[in-house]
């Protein structure tokens, strides 16, 4: 399948230079990295094309309908490694190793909310003791007005489930605590979009 007619998200096109960008002021050169969550991989793969020393290992809980597989096997690249399944609410794959950091995009609001502490304990597993989270997405907060775009946003997702929807920082940060996962950082991103960095107790 050529590149171009694998399924693509025109956001993750639209967002990836922008997250990038501030992943690159908080990660070293040389680092693994594993994803939760992947879709289509087009994050990863303008990762590991412009940090050839990051190995970037992607997952999803499906790998075929959004094209991760033949994406990552298109791209050829060596830090890329082939995606695994990983589904949050499962066990995870045998043998899998421990990551300096975990990048998770737009997951949390797809997600049923019974699906987070598990998301949490799966991430507070997958990282090594003073390891960061990177979770990007639309976020709701008590000192930020929600975007009117973002409130419509949920608003369709919760007429499609009702378990769907915008999460507030406040319900995401206490989940992750209990995980040991403290919070650390808001980052402002465009079209009203947040990175919320949590690091696991050292
Ligand atoms: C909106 S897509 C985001 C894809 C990509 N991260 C991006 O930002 O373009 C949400 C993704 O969450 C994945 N997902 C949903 N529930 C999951 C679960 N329980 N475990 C792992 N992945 C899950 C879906 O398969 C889908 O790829």
């Excluded at 992943?23 to 040389?30: A, G």
């Excluded at 419509?152 to 919760?158: G, M």
Aim: with cysteine; glycine share 6%.
């Amino acid at each position: 399948m050529k590149p171009e007619e694998l399924p693509a998200s025109p956001a993750a096109d639209r967002n990836k230079s922008f997250i990038l960008e501030e992943l690159k002021k908080r990660i070293p050169e040389l680092t693994r990295l594993i994803e939760i969550a992947s879709g289509t991989g087009q994050h990863a793969q303008f990762f590991a094309e412009n940090c050839p020393q990051w190995e970037i290992q992607t997952s999803d809980r499906e790998l075929e309908s959004m094209g991760l597989k033949k994406r990552v096997a298109g791209a050829g690249l060596e830090n890329l490694l082939t995606p695994i399944e990983v589904d949050v609410t499962e066990e995870l794959p045998e043998g899998l190793k421990t990551f300096d950091f975990l990048y998770a995009a737009n997951c949390m609001h797809i997600m049923p909310w019974s699906a987070a502490p598990h998301f949490f304990e799966k991430v507070q597993r997958l990282l090594v003791p003073g390891g960061q989270a990177f979770l990007y997405g639309p976020f709701e907060f008590d000192d930020i007005t929600t975007a009117p775009s973002n409130l419509d946003f949920s608003a369709s997702l919760k007429l499609r489930d009702p378990d769907m929807g915008l999460r507030h920082f406040n319900q995401v940060s206490d989940e992750a605590a209990k995980n040991s996962l403290r919070f650390q950082e808001r980052v402002s991103m465009p079209a009203n979009n947040f990175i919320l960095t949590f690091k696991k107790d050292g």
